[in-house]
């Protein structure tokens, strides 16, 4: 747990400066290491001690919506003792799930664990099918949206190739975001699908693969030179396990709040 904590902690936000902004590669910065102007603070209203977790992220979207620019600089190290005994750990990723429903209510719609074209979920939808009519739906629909994206594109001068390279992108993009949301946002909802159903059983086994392989590529690179690396099926236990907290807590923060706006995903035209 401790060397997958290591790649993998929920306040390791990665290696590249970004804009801290809601749907972002950054949406927020833990408040465990934040220089802000005291003035700024003030003016908010500062951390919200009402919310017992996402009071960081919280607060970082008041700032937005105040007008203050934001920016993740990952220029310092701040040590953190991470829980490593399976079960306490387990609990501190199911509390942190628990703050979406909370945040959902404070912030309507920034919460939303799946952003995605609705051209580019109905590709992965007719995938899913599994059928040869499914297959050919889905590159016709690929198609179609290349066709747009081509569209968009018309005031630059592009080839061909550049926009089946956009395209493709986008579509891998989705890919992972569906695998991942599947795992653990609505895991409740897949493991049901996937006893009921060997289709969906399919689905849920590759999107748990996919997104545990893709994700220990790219985290296990992050690892110091004296920690041991997680080996990969050791990883993906891990991240299951990890997802599985986190879903759990944020069906129960839904559950508390009675407010399901942490479920819905946004889909764009």
């Known amino acids: 747990v401790a060397r997958y904590e290591a790649v993998r902690s929920s306040l390791d936000l990665g290696l ?122 889905s590159v016709a629909v690929a198609a179609i949206t290349g066709r747009r994206i081509a569209k968009s594109l018309a005031s630059v001068q592009t080839e061909p190739m550049e926009v089946a390279v956009v395209a493709a992108h986008g579509l891998w993009s989705a890919a992972l975001q569906l695998a991942s949301a599947i795992c653990r946002h609505y895991w409740p909802i897949a493991l049901i699908a996937a006893v009921l159903s060997q289709r969906c059983r399919r689905v849920v086994v590759v999107a748990a693969v996919l997104d545990g392989v893709f994700d220990w590529a790219t ?36 559950v508390r709040e009675r407010h399901a706006g942490a479920l819905k995903p946004q889909i764009r035209t």
Do not use: Q
């Open 16 to 137: 590249r400066e970004a804009p801290v902004i809601p749907y972002g590669t950054v949406s927020y910065v833990p408040s465990a290491a934040i220089i802000c102007r005291r003035s700024a603070l003030i003016d908010v209203g500062g951390f919200d001690e009402s919310l017992a977790s996402g009071e960081d992220v919280d607060l970082c979207w008041r700032l937005n919506e105040a007008g203050a620019r934001l920016r993740y600089e990952p220029i310092a190290l701040v040590a953190h003792d991470h829980r490593t005994e399976l079960r306490k750990w387990f609990a501190r990723k199911s509390f942190y799930g628990g703050s979406a429903a909370p945040l959902t209510i404070r912030h309507p719609g920034k919460t939303a664990p799946l952003v995605i074209s609705g051209w580019t979920l109905v590709v992965w939808m007719l995938v899913a099918l599994g059928s040869g009519i499914g297959y050919l739906a």
């Open 219 to 254: 985290r296990n690179g992050n690892a110091d030179e004296d920690t041991k690396r997680v080996g990969l099926l050791t990883y993906i236990l891990l991240k299951r396990l990890d997802d599985i907290a986190y879903g759990l807590g944020l069906w129960t923060g839904v």
